[in-house]
């Protein structure tokens, strides 16, 4: 892609969370965001095929800005289970953003179905964000030397997703100290150096 095609994307997208915020998943039409954008519908698939890919793509880069403000936080932590636990607190506090808080809560049917394709995509896009952190983990002693770090990574993620969209009644996962405690009878087996 070209600068300007990066920017007309850019700007599709900005759109599309104008659009999201003000009219929601189920009234937000591609027409709609094309309008707001000040593109043509079909200018619009050029980037996008579909409304599911436009609307996920949306979350998806508001999810990576939010990634890359919280890398410093769960980097902290001294353990597998305190870093997936300060991922979930602060997704559950702000997953992808208020707009998706407010999305899941007004239109959770609508919302699954985008999710559906968000968390699609979220695996393959926070690999690379969970593969840096284990290695930093095990550089620091805090996971097996022999730990696959992408399949590792792969299923802190989808851990992750199910934490924050789908809480069971198992574990309070607003309750950082109970979350911990909970992710460290599963994790630490399997994540922790021996003794």
């Not at 007309?8 to 997208?13: A, K």
């Not at 027409?31 to 979350?59: I, N």
């Not at 896009?125 to 952190?133: E, I």
Request: aromatic content about 8%; hydrophobic content about 45%.
């Amino acid at each position: 892609m070209t600068p300007h095609s990066n920017t007309v994307r850019d700007r599709i997208l900005d759109a599309a969370e104008v659009c999201l915020a003000r009219d929601g998943i189920r009234r937000t039409t591609v027409r709609a965001v094309a309008q707001e954008a000040g593109v043509s519908r079909a200018y619009l698939y050029r980037f996008f095929p579909d409304k599911p890919a436009l609307l996920s793509a949306a979350l998806i880069r508001r999810g990576a800005d939010f990634w890359a403000d919280a890398a410093h936080r769960i980097e902290r932590q001294d353990s597998v289970a305190a870093m997936l636990t300060e991922a979930v607190v602060l997704s559950r506090q702000e997953p992808l953003g208020p707009l998706a808080v407010d999305l899941s809560t007004r239109e959770p049917h609508e919302y699954a179905e985008i999710m559906g394709t968000y968390a699609q995509d979220v695996v393959a896009q926070l690999s690379d964000f969970w593969v840096d952190r284990m290695r930093d983990a095990r550089e620091r002693g805090l996971v097996r030397e022999d730990l696959d770090l992408t399949g590792a990574a792969e299923w802190l993620i989808r851990m992750l997703v199910s934490l924050v969209g789908t809480p069971g009644s198992a574990v309070d996962v607003d309750d950082r100290d109970a979350l911990t405690s909970y992710l460290q009878t599963y994790l630490d087996p399997v994540f922790t150096p021996p003794t």
